[in-house]
């Protein structure tokens, strides 16, 4: 069975760090790109970060760029987001999600994954 299991989320302030994980099973691993997602209220799915996996290249939403940071571990099939510098506006729920044989031009594209996760939220307080 495929399956994406998001966890790490919770309450922080404003200025805070969060750790986002992301542990997949019943698929290649390594032959995917996967990648993070957020979805606040009332606001469309965006893309935050992708890291394709038989590369280890790395995408990040210029929203995020220089605050959250995205990595592997393909021993454990578990990718991480580590989140810093966080800000209100990061308030949303967060998704990870695969996707296999997509163009990296498409990498922050929501709907060009197959795969996702249940979902983790992350609350940022001011």
């Known amino acids: 069975e495929v399956q994406l299991v998001e966890s790490g989320g919770g309450l922080v302030q404003a200025g805070g760090s969060l750790r986002l994980s992301c542990a997949a099973s019943?698929?290649?691993?390594?032959?995917?790109?996967i990648g993070w997602f957020r979805q606040a209220p009332g606001k469309e799915r965006e893309g935050v970060s992708c890291i394709d996996a038989s590369d280890d290249s790395t995408y990040y939403a210029d929203s995020v760029k220089g605050r959250f940071t995205i990595s592997s571990d393909s021993a454990k099939n578990t990718v991480y987001l580590q989140m810093n510098s966080l800000k209100p506006e990061d308030t949303a729920v967060y998704y990870c999600?695969?996707?296999?044989?997509?163009?990296?031009?498409?990498?922050?594209?929501?709907?060009?994954?197959?795969?996702w996760g249940q979902g983790t939220q992350v609350t940022v307080s001011a």
């Open positions: 019943g698929f290649s691993f390594d032959e995917y790109a």
């Open positions: 999600a695969g996707t296999y044989g997509t163009s990296s031009r498409w990498y922050l594209e929501p709907s060009y994954y197959t795969m």
